[in-house]
């Protein structure tokens, strides 16, 4: 994996732009793997920019999106649904039939998840994954558990990423589960991109890196992935 360091959050967001402009711009057809959260916020602010100045356009690409919550309309304000439109999709020039997220409300979310991993290799697999990274090392929503996951499917929250959430939700409307792509469903990506910022993400990411390859720290599975870089701030950085 290759680490990239750069003095504050907002000098990352060029430069992890400047991955996804090359892709667009060099291929005719791109499958973006795409993540939410407020660590790709200023990365999706910079392709609006570069959109908007005719350097890229999303027309002649598709998304897959990492996860979604389970029990929430589409329409909340707090899905990922809603996130992806307000923070991206609503300012491009992306199809919408080319846009896909987890129907977190599907009736049968084994029949979900099993559809959403053929999608995305019928679509040829996906270009450039880009991912955030909780506090507890998880990548998607794949927690800390005693082994990789595979495919996409349900999971349960862990106490620590409700905490982390409860600045969304109020505790009644907490969400404690998701689907999300699993860890092959993302290591299958042929190029990864992971965006952290803030000491709240030290220790996730010196695990990460330094640590051993364990389930323990889903992200440090990452070490095995042939073209993988880590955007870091200083701060993000501090304990390697
Ligand atoms: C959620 C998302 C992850 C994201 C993580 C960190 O759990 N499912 O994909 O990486 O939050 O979010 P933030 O970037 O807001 O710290």
Redesign the pocket.
């Known amino acids: 994996m290759e680490i990239k360091i750069f003095d504050t959050p907002d000098a990352v967001a060029p430069a992890c732009a400047d991955e996804f402009t090359s892709l667009l711009s060099s291929k005719d057809y791109c499958i973006l793997g795409l993540?939410?959260?407020?660590?790709p916020v200023p990365t999706y602010r910079e392709l609006i920019k570069r959109f908007n100045a005719g350097v890229i356009s999303f027309k002649h690409a598709s998304s897959f999106n990492?996860?979604e919550y389970v029990g929430l309309p589409r329409s909340d304000k707090n899905s990922y649904y809603t996130f992806m439109h307000e923070n991206l999709f609503n300012s491009v020039d992306i199809n919408e039939k080319n846009v896909h997220i987890l129907n977190g409300n599907a009736e049968d979310t084994e029949k979900e998840c099993a559809d959403y991993d053929a999608a995305i290799d019928a679509a040829g697999g996906i270009d450039i994954q880009l991912?955030?990274?909780?506090t507890n090392g998880?990548i998607?929503?794949n927690e800390p558990s005693d082994a990789f996951s595979d495919g996409t499917f349900k999971v349960k929250l862990t106490d620590s990423?409700v905490q982390s959430n409860s600045i969304y939700f109020t505790e009644s409307a907490m969400p404690r589960y998701a689907l999300t792509m699993g860890i092959n469903s993302i290591m299958k990506a042929k190029k990864i991109v992971l965006i952290a910022t803030g000491t709240s993400k030290a220790e996730a990411i010196k695990n990460a890196v330094k640590g051993e390859v364990t389930p323990r720290c889903p992200a440090s599975v990452l070490q095995k992935h042939p073209n993988c870089i880590f955007f870091l701030d200083r701060a993000a950085a501090s304990l390697l």
């Open positions: 993540a939410t959260g407020a660590s990492l996860d991912l955030g990274i909780g998880h998607g929503f990423t």
